[in-house]
Nanobody, 129 residues
Framework: QVQLVESGGGLVQAGDSLRLACAASGRTFSSYAMGWFRQAPGKEREFVAATSWSGGNTYYANSVKGRFTISRDNAKNTVYLQMNSLKPEDTAVYYC??????????????????????WGQGTQVTVSS
């Protein structure tokens, strides 16, 4: 069983930065891809970013490309989302997600929610204008 716990959310102003962290339990964390998704009020959950098991391959939604950076520290079982130049439209609950069964030691990453097996409880990010 894998547990994911997000942290680092908060209330910031437009243009500010935040770094989210997702701490994972489980011995196979470092072997699989990880992703970040978000859900704004009244909207469907959407993909934000993903990283391969090694961090060597990353993928971003167009809306965050150039502003957000996903990274991971496998020694700490933690994946991060550095968010710069935040905008009010980035306001959402941010969730991390883990692939733990599909593509071990693969460079493949996906924006599809069905590609992930475990989800965290989410952390709120609010960006004021």
């Amino acid at each position: 069983q894998v547990q994911l716990v997000e942290s680092g959310g908060g209330l910031v102003q437009a243009g500010d930065s935040l770094r989210l962290a997702c701490a994972a339990s489980g011995r196979t964390f470092s072997s699989y891809a990880m992703g970040w998704f978000r859900q704004a009020p009244g909207k469907e959950r959407e993909f934000v970013a993903a990283t391969s098991w090694s961090g060597g391959n990353t993928y971003y939604a167009n809306s965050v490309k150039g502003r957000f950076t996903i990274s991971r520290d496998n020694a700490k079982n933690t994946v991060y989302l550095q968010m710069n130049s935040l905008k009010p439209e980035d306001t959402a609950v941010y969730y991390c997600a883990a692939d733990q069964t599909r593509r071990r030691f693969s460079d493949y990453v996906t924006a599809d929610e069905s590609g992930y097996d475990y989800w965290g409880q989410g952390t709120q990010v609010t960006v004021s204008s």
